[in-house]
């Protein structure tokens, strides 16, 4: 037990783990083949009865069709004539004659039958008639055989008291008999003798198909005296059915084992109600039993496999977990190199997963006072460039362009002084405070302004109308909001090169709320594309829209004026873009 304990923590996993490995397979193999086993037996027990009462309505019908075959035999005139013995006193001849053609009338008849081996008649008088043939060596009959046969018929007859009985051979051979009264078919009481029928044991052994789990050599046919009529095996029969214990026990055969012929056997019975007839079949377990070998086969051939795969799964979780243990000593080497990207992949929620998981928030919070620091400084450099370039004086950018402005008046360049002057409104308004708040009328002069330059460039490519009441002018609105919706309209949603472009700047009163429409006839977008416009993360997801634009002036109206302010699209793709701003209405500089 000490030398187990101090086993490193690979073997211990994998021993543990070919332990419960064999214990299973084992378990599982044996408890696969004892259920087959008991699956098989029952499953052939249940298709034996269905097999055996099949065949024995078969042999039923067997037995109608043979017996009313024998009354056509019996409705001859003639050979009826021959057997009454109308002509019994005549002399010798006459019955030489007679049996010549009570010969040919059953040569006739036994032919039409291939089972049928002998007839054999003999009359209230004595007469013997019989055919037996050609092909048949064994038991040939002559007259001390043939008298011999009819005897031992009307013994059974006599016996059983009935008018037909079936027995096996009456001379020894291996056939089955019909014994039945010669009767007259005009008057049925009365009868000319008595005519036994020898037919062939296939008969009733043609029945059996190839694939049946019923063969020839484990089946038995007793008549209703339990007589054996037909032996599939002689040496079985010979042991189990011949002697009177082994009648009784084939007669109550229901689907028990029992030993017949050496070998433990499954026996199955079926009593036909019609004809009193037992139909026994006996079937060794040995072969009842051989597919459960295969079966047993492959299912070691399993169990060896899924030892195999199980072990091979096992010797990987255990080097897994090791290796596990040794990545995450690698990766804290190279955070002590100095590399706190690094981060260790968790291998579950076990505790070398756990151990990750609190590795890498450790490096995370110190990566994170690492970039804190950094962007203190990157800070602090910028707010001194800002400060640096808020030393230089606009009043210079203005007198620059106004010096510009009169050199391309005394030029005679209109456009160029058009362009400077809308370019230093535009500076000037720039340089405002862009948090505070400015009169509408303002704000649309700076959209003019706007214009006024890109027209210069695009030339009549788009018209601008505004639809503002005098009424509204003097509203409050945050600086420079409308310049950005106007240059989106102008620059994404028209078709500049087919012209005809149209812009809407329209403003109205909705309530105590400020409401402004920027419409325009373009391209319009996808619903869906422009609530985008408007998401948070868009600088995330698409990197470098950082400038001024309309998310910008989103988040700056909610920001000034409450959450329920701000815009919003009505647009398709092929019928324009409508973009509203609704601010609170507002006469006096107040925050919103």
Same mark, same amino acid.
């Given at each position: 037990?000490?030398?187990?304990?101090?086993?490193?923590?690979?073997?211990?996993?994998?021993?543990?783990?070919?332990?419960?490995? *064999?214990?299973?397979?084992?378990?599982?193999? @044996?408890?696969?083949?004892?259920?087959?086993?008991?699956?098989? !037996?029952?499953?052939?027990?249940?298709?034996?009865?269905?097999?055996?009462?099949?065949?024995?309505?078969?042999?039923?019908?067997?037995?109608?069709?043979?017996?009313?075959? @024998? *009354?056509?035999?019996?409705?001859?005139?003639? /050979?009826? %004539?021959?057997?009454?013995?109308?002509?019994?006193?005549?002399?010798?001849?006459?019955?030489?004659?007679?049996?010549?053609?009570? #010969?040919?009338?059953?040569?006739?008849?036994?032919?039409?039958?291939?089972?049928?081996?002998?007839?054999?008649?003999?009359?209230?008088?004595?007469?013997?008639?019989?055919? $037996?043939?050609?092909?048949?060596?064994?038991?040939?009959?002559?007259?001390?055989?043939?008298?011999?046969?009819?005897?031992?018929?009307?013994?059974?007859?006599?016996?059983?008291?009935?008018?037909?009985?079936?027995?096996?051979?009456?001379?020894?051979?291996?056939?089955?008999? /019909?014994?039945?009264?010669?009767?007259?078919?005009?008057?049925?009481?009365?009868? #000319?003798?008595?005519?036994?029928?020898?037919?062939?044991?296939?008969?009733?052994?043609?029945?059996?198909?190839?694939?049946?789990?019923?063969?020839?050599?484990?089946?038995?046919?007793?008549?209703?005296?339990?007589?054996?009529?037909?032996?599939?095996?002689?040496?079985?029969?010979?042991?189990?059915?011949?002697?009177?214990?082994?009648?009784?026990?084939?007669?109550?055969?229901?689907?028990?084992?029992? @030993?017949?012929?050496? $070998?433990?056997?499954?026996?199955?019975?079926?009593?036909?109600?019609?004809?009193?007839?037992?139909?026994?079949?006996?079937?060794?377990?040995?072969?009842? *039993? !051989?597919? =459960?070998?295969? /079966?047993?086969?492959?299912?070691?051939?399993?169990?060896?496999?899924?030892?195999?795969?199980?072990?091979?799964?096992?010797?990987?979780?255990?080097?897994? =977990?090791?290796?596990?243990?040794?990545?995450?000593?690698?990766?804290?080497?190279?955070?002590?190199?100095?590399?706190?990207?690094?981060?260790?992949?968790?291998?579950?929620?076990?505790?070398?997963?756990?151990?990750?998981?609190?590795?890498?928030?450790?490096? +995370?919070?110190?990566?994170?006072?690492?970039?804190?620091?950094?962007?203190?400084?990157?800070?602090?450099?910028?707010?001194?460039?800002? @400060?640096? *370039?808020?030393?230089?004086?606009?009043? #210079?950018?203005?007198?620059?362009?106004?010096?510009?402005?009169?050199?391309?008046?005394?030029?005679?360049?209109? !456009?160029?002084?058009?362009?400077? +002057?809308?370019?230093?409104?535009?500076?000037?308004?720039?340089?405002?405070?862009?948090?505070?708040?400015?009169?509408?009328?303002? !704000?649309?002069?700076?959209?003019?302004?706007?214009?006024?330059?890109?027209?210069?460039?695009?030339?009549?490519?788009?018209?601008?109308?505004?639809?503002?009441?005098?009424?509204?002018?003097?509203?409050?609105?945050?600086?420079?909001?409308?310049?950005?919706?106007?240059?989106?309209?102008?620059?994404?949603?028209?078709?500049? +090169?087919?012209?005809?472009?149209?812009?809407?700047?329209?403003?109205?009163?909705?309530?105590?709320?400020?409401?402004?429409?920027?419409?325009?006839?373009?391209?319009?977008?996808?619903?869906?594309?422009?609530? =985008?416009?408007?998401?948070?993360?868009?600088?995330?997801?698409?990197?470098?829209?950082?400038?001024?634009?309309?998310? %910008?002036?989103?988040?700056?109206?909610?920001?000034?004026?409450?959450?329920?302010?701000?815009?919003?699209?009505?647009?398709?793709?092929?019928?324009?873009?409508?973009?509203?701003?609704? /601010?609170?209405?507002?006469?006096?500089?107040?925050?919103?």
């Amino acid at each position: 037990m000490r030398r187990l304990r101090d086993m490193r923590i690979r073997r211990k996993i994998l021993l543990s783990n070919m332990v419960v490995i *064999l214990m299973l397979a084992l378990s599982i193999g @044996t408890a696969a083949a004892l259920a087959s086993r008991y699956y098989i !037996e029952a499953n052939t027990r249940e298709l034996t009865g269905h097999v055996i009462d099949q065949y024995s309505k078969n042999v039923d019908n067997h037995v109608k069709d043979f017996v009313s075959s @024998t *009354l056509f035999l019996l409705n001859d005139k003639l /050979l009826s %004539h021959i057997v009454s013995d109308r002509e019994a006193q005549q002399g010798g001849d006459q019955y030489a004659l007679d049996f010549n053609r009570v #010969f040919g009338l059953l040569y006739q008849y036994g032919n039409n039958n291939p089972y049928i081996h002998s007839i054999t008649i003999k009359t209230e008088s004595g007469r013997l008639y019989w055919w $037996q043939r050609p092909a048949i060596a064994e038991g040939d009959l002559n007259a001390q055989t043939a008298g011999a046969i009819a005897d031992s018929g009307r013994a059974k007859l006599r016996e059983t008291g009935q008018g037909i009985y079936w027995s096996a051979s009456l001379h020894g051979t291996d056939e089955i008999a /019909l014994s039945r009264y010669y009767i007259d078919i005009n008057q049925i009481n009365r009868s #000319f003798g008595v005519i036994v029928f020898h037919l062939d044991k296939a008969y009733f052994g043609s029945l059996l198909s190839d694939g049946s789990i019923i063969q020839a050599d484990n089946l038995f046919i007793l008549n209703e005296n339990g007589e054996p009529l037909y032996e599939g095996s002689p040496d079985v029969a010979s042991d189990s059915l011949r002697r009177p214990a082994g009648d009784a026990r084939i007669a109550e055969a229901d689907g028990r084992t029992a @030993t017949i012929g050496g $070998q433990r056997s499954l026996l199955m019975r079926f009593r036909s109600a019609e004809t009193g007839w037992s139909v026994v079949c006996f079937i060794p377990l040995s072969r009842l *039993l !051989e597919g =459960t070998r295969i /079966l047993e086969t492959i299912i070691a051939f399993i169990c060896v496999l899924f030892i195999f795969v199980a072990m091979a799964v096992a010797v990987w979780f255990s080097a897994g =977990t090791t290796r596990d243990i040794k990545l995450l000593e690698r990766t804290m080497r190279r955070v002590e190199d100095g590399d706190l990207s690094v981060k260790a992949t968790p291998a579950g929620r076990d505790e070398i997963g756990m151990l990750a998981v609190r590795f890498n928030m450790m490096v +995370s919070r110190i990566n994170e006072l690492v970039v804190r620091v950094s962007e203190e400084q990157l800070a602090k450099q910028r707010a001194e460039y800002t @400060t640096l *370039l808020a030393r230089i004086n606009p009043h #210079f950018l203005y007198n620059t362009l106004g010096t510009i402005r009169w050199f391309a008046r005394g030029r005679g360049q209109t !456009e160029i002084e058009s362009m400077v +002057s809308a370019l230093t409104g535009l500076l000037k308004s720039s340089i405002r405070d862009s948090g505070g708040l400015v009169r509408l009328e303002t !704000e649309l002069d700076n959209v003019r302004d706007y214009v006024d330059l890109q027209k210069i460039g695009l030339g009549d490519a788009f018209d601008i109308r505004y639809e503002a009441d005098r009424g509204l002018l003097d509203a409050l609105v945050p600086g420079f909001v409308l310049q950005p919706l106007v240059e989106n309209a102008i620059m994404h949603g028209l078709e500049i +090169s087919k012209g005809a472009g149209r812009i809407r700047i329209a403003a109205e009163r909705a309530g105590p709320d400020l409401r402004i429409a920027v419409a325009d006839n373009g391209v319009g977008m996808e619903p869906g594309y422009a609530a =985008t416009l408007l998401s948070a993360d868009r600088e995330r997801r698409y990197p470098g829209l950082n400038g001024i634009g309309v998310r %910008h002036v989103h988040e700056r109206i909610r920001t000034l004026c409450g959450e329920r302010y701000g815009l919003s699209f009505d647009t398709a793709p092929g019928r324009g873009t409508t973009i509203y701003m609704t /601010l609170p209405y507002r006469r006096e500089e107040e925050v919103c």
